[in-house]
């Protein structure tokens, strides 16, 4: 059976020594992790080595939240695909919506993040959602599709290959306003149809995002299209993402 995802995006909530007493915290909790669960923490670059560290020892995974897609450069304040693997890391978060909508990141970047990703061997986790506006004006399908055939539409991909994908509506990132669970089912069908399309050898986990937390996440991750979640605010802070897991575990 296919675990469930249960994948934490720490942001900038924490510094360095939050980030590695958490990090230890859940290592010393969880020193078998339960069977059906695959979980990995996205800490800022800055606590990524450490936090790894401590994370190894229980099979917890870790990531970047973000990394540029040269490899190494005159490039002020950034990060490459390259140094997140050299730490240990097994993943990346690419596109996310404070990189797109902070920062300014593109469609053409997330492009170049996948295939930098893919080529080195991290596993992207590619985030996609529509913003309030676009739901409103009824584009909601029409953006998710935009955003999933620029990072993927003749990937080079090979049996080997993983991508796992994170639907996240921008308006329920950080609101409290997390979509309905069957809206959220409904648009993990749409994203499946569409990747299968594009890449139709991959087997690829779709996680939801956006005000998840313990109370709600049995309803999303108990979906057909739904493998798990991305979670933010309730990841970075010890009972809360404890409780996450032992809600989920079996
Ligand atoms: P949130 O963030 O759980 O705080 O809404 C989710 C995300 O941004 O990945």
Redo the contacts with the bound molecule.
């Keep these: 059976m296919s675990k469930t995802h249960i994948f934490a995006?720490w942001?900038m909530y924490l510094g360095y020594d939050q980030s590695n007493i958490l990090a230890n915290q859940l290592a010393n909790e969880f020193k078998k992790i339960p069977e059906n669960l695959n979980i990995a923490v996205f800490a800022n670059d800055l606590s990524l080595y450490s936090v790894g560290l401590a994370l190894k020892e229980v099979n917890i995974g870790f990531g970047g939240q973000n990394a540029y897609w040269v490899d190494k450069g005159g490039y002020t304040g950034a990060s490459s695909m390259v140094m997140l693997k050299e730490i240990g890391c097994q993943y990346v978060l690419i596109g996310?919506?404070?990189r797109r909508h902070v920062f300014g990141e593109t469609n053409h970047d997330v492009r170049q993040k996948m295939e930098a990703a893919l080529q080195i061997g991290l596993t992207p986790v590619l985030?996609v959602g529509e913003t309030q506006k676009e739901r409103d004006e009824g584009k909601t399908e029409e953006a998710v599709e935009i955003q999933l055939r620029a990072a993927l539409d003749d990937l080079k991909v090979g049996s080997e290959t993983k991508i796992i994908i994170?639907y996240?509506p921008v308006w329920?990132?950080?609101?409290g306003n997390a979509c309905d669970p069957n809206e959220a089912e409904r648009m993990h069908g749409r994203v499946k149809t569409i990747t299968t399309a594009l890449l139709p050898d991959l087997e690829i986990p779709i996680l939801y995002?956006?005000?998840?937390k313990a109370e709600n996440v049995a309803d999303y991750i108990h979906r057909e299209n739904i493998a798990g979640a991305?979670?933010?605010?309730?990841s970075a802070n010890f009972e809360s993402f404890k409780e996450i897991i032992n809600r989920v575990a079996v």
């Design positions: 995006n942001k996310h919506s404070e985030c994170a996240e329920a990132i950080g609101t995002g956006g005000s998840v991305l979670i933010g605010n309730a």
